[in-house]
């Protein structure tokens, strides 16, 4: 087993969240990305991406996944959360 990589953390605007990215090599050739609450709990996959930043108001994570910009909403649940990219556009 390899040890997991922690990259790119960036803490939320009010400070409650990081995002980061994660990668292990060889065995997950891609990285992915996650958010953690500051106090280490609540750790929640994004999906394979990296580069994660926050948007100003901290409600938004965009990601690089590929050659593609990925922009996460957060603040919903899992299954109604939108993902903006390349063939995919934010109606909000």
């Known amino acids: 087993m ?3 990589i922690f990259i790119d953390p960036n803490m939320s605007p009010g400070g ?3 995002v ?3 990668h292990q090599v060889p065995e997950y050739p891609h ?3 996650w958010t953690v ?3 280490g709990g609540g750790l929640t996959a994004l999906g394979v ?3 994660p930043v926050w948007s100003p108001d901290g409600t938004r994570i965009a ?3 590929g050659s593609d910009i990925c922009l996460e909403s957060l603040g919903h649940p899992r299954d109604e959360r939108r993902r903006d990219g ?3 556009r934010d109606e909000r």
Do not use: N
Request: proline share 8%; charged share 10%; no cysteine.
């Open 16 to 18: 409650s969240k990081v």
């Open 2 to 4: 390899y040890p997991i």
């Open 49 to 51: 991406g990296a580069h």
């Open 86 to 88: 390349p063939g995919q």
């Open 31 to 33: 990285s992915h990305v």
């Open 20 to 22: 980061m990215a994660t």
């Open 37 to 39: 609450r500051a106090d």
């Open 63 to 65: 990601f690089a996944a």
